[in-house]
């Protein structure tokens, strides 16, 4: 999977497209929207899926069970090399199509409900409050990422799941490697296997002695049960270890640079201890940043029509939440940063039946975290020039790979 | 209006009981949202509707008073 087909004799740009703006998504896909069509676009890998941009078909491509998740299937747009991993080691959620999906995720939902994840707050206010002590008594400037970010997310995950907040660099090396854009699907796969292998001998621990996490839980009422089966709890632990730490880090990063951008925007967030403020804040975060940045890709397994277009079994589709989330029709001015709008019908959780199972605890998270961090140093401020920040832009999941602070 | 909750269909994503707390629950055991009331007052239709609206597995349905569910 390393020597891709070359998309050959093209001139066309491939997607996705680089960005001209790093608070906006690529002006050719924001166009494609404008012009109100949906072309076939080439990607790395030499397949053309559809692009789909419009708030309505994004919706609907996202929701119709005519389209799959499974990127075992022949021509399925897989975003990198190391997607095609994702759809065998282990197989998870995010791969698996109805009935499967429903069953499996119907066995861990209680432990995703807004109940669960509200009662979680005083334990992610700690989190955030320690993890800004630490940067507040730590070198200046000092990066927000690895002081701030991280830490929060990553001690989250480690909390929700039950796994040791000191065996935090193997998730993150592993997780990088995963979701890399730069490695092989075997290499991917190998660094899936090895985190897989780790969590399916973390269930066998608990399930024979349990702890107060969910690993435990699940193992308890669900692995004892047959119900599910130690490979598939440890492919849920590895969804929930790969897909909430990194999503919700780069989030509360970039977020905390939008803010610093909108400074009337962060003084409103700062002056204010509405909790609707904080919420407000989150979900305009999540549509306008849109970290997701390369599309939802599903492939049609019955010939479909979407907007108007006929879509063949068999072809490829990219819902590319980033510019759906923008769309005017459903969001007015959407290229503007507004933290007083009413945004939470935003996509960047997805939508149909795979939309995010985290998001109640990730919402938590990101309103603790913008403020708790604009409340507590009201003097932050960027240590280097905005052009001097790096970007990630070539990967699957947008941010900043540093992001130099002082106060 | 008359509120009713297809729970075959819900994924738990939590998206009503958000929208509209007075009408939408998830269930403790099993995660999956049920309905507080099936019939809102007025003041909160309008937060049910956003919650049809939002739900991404269309599993709620609402009718006007007297019709069916559409």
């Keep these: ?407 | 209006m008359k509120v009713t909750l297809v729970r075959d269909r819900c994924v738990g994503a939590g998206q009503c009981v958000l929208s509209s707390p007075e009408v939408f629950d998830q269930d403790e055991d099993d995660g999956v949202a049920y309905l507080l009331c099936e019939e809102p007052l007025p003041g909160n239709e309008d937060s049910v509707h956003e919650a049809v609206d939002l739900c991404p597995a269309q599993a709620i349905l609402v009718a006007a008073d007297g019709n069916g569910a559409s």
């Design chain 1, 1 to 407: 999977m390393s020597e891709a087909t070359p998309v050959s004799e093209s001139t066309e740009p491939m997607f996705p497209m680089a960005r001209q703006c790093p608070f906006a998504p690529p002006r050719e896909v924001t166009l494609v929207q404008a012009d109100r069509v949906v072309p076939r676009v080439p990607i790395w890998n030499g397949v053309r899926p559809w692009l789909f941009t419009r708030f309505d078909d994004v919706r609907m491509v996202l929701s119709d069970p005519r389209f799959s998740a499974d990127k075992s299937r022949p021509g399925y747009p897989l975003s990198s090399a190391a997607a095609a991993a994702e759809a065998v080691v282990p197989p998870t959620l995010l791969v698996m199509d109805n009935p499967d999906h429903d069953r499996y995720r119907r066995l861990v939902l209680s432990e995703f409900t807004v109940k669960r994840s509200e009662s979680l707050r005083p334990v992610v206010r700690e989190i955030v409050g320690r993890s800004i002590d630490e940067l507040l008594a730590g070198p200046r400037p000092g990066d927000l990422v690895a002081a701030v970010a991280l830490p929060i997310a990553m001690s989250m995950v480690c909390e929700l799941l039950g796994v040791p907040f000191a065996d935090r660099d193997l998730f993150r090396t592993r997780t990088n490697t995963a979701n890399s854009m730069r490695v092989t699907t075997e290499e991917a796969a190998a660094a899936r296997q090895e985190l897989h292998d780790y969590l399916v001998e973390l269930v066998r621990r608990r399930e024979r002695d349990p702890g107060d996490d969910f690993i435990s839980r699940m193992a308890v009422r669900h692995v004892r049960s047959g119900a599910m089966s130690h490979d598939v709890l440890g492919g849920m632990a590895l969804l929930l270890l790969t897909a909430g730490h990194d999503t919700t880090a780069n989030m509360i990063a970039l977020g905390v640079l939008a803010l610093l951008r909108h400074p009337g925007q962060l003084a409103r967030l700062r002056d204010s201890d509405d909790p609707r403020v904080a919420a407000q804040v989150a979900e305009e975060m999540l549509r306008y940043l849109t970290i997701v940045q390369r599309g939802i890709r599903r492939i049609a397994v019955e010939d479909v029509r979407v907007g108007g277009r006929l879509v063949r079994a068999g072809e490829g589709v990219i819902a590319a939440i980033n510019v759906a989330n923008r769309d005017p029709e459903r969001f007015g001015a959407g290229d503007e940063l507004d933290t007083t709008r009413h945004a939470r019908a935003h996509l960047a959780f997805g939508y149909g039946p795979h939309q995010c199972l985290g998001q109640a605890l990730a919402r938590v998270e990101l309103q603790e975290a913008y403020a708790g961090i604009a409340r507590r140093i009201p003097g932050l401020r960027l240590a280097v020039a905005e052009d001097e920040l790096r970007f990630k832009s070539d990967m699957a999941v947008y941010g900043v790979h540093e992001l130099p602070v002082d106060w």
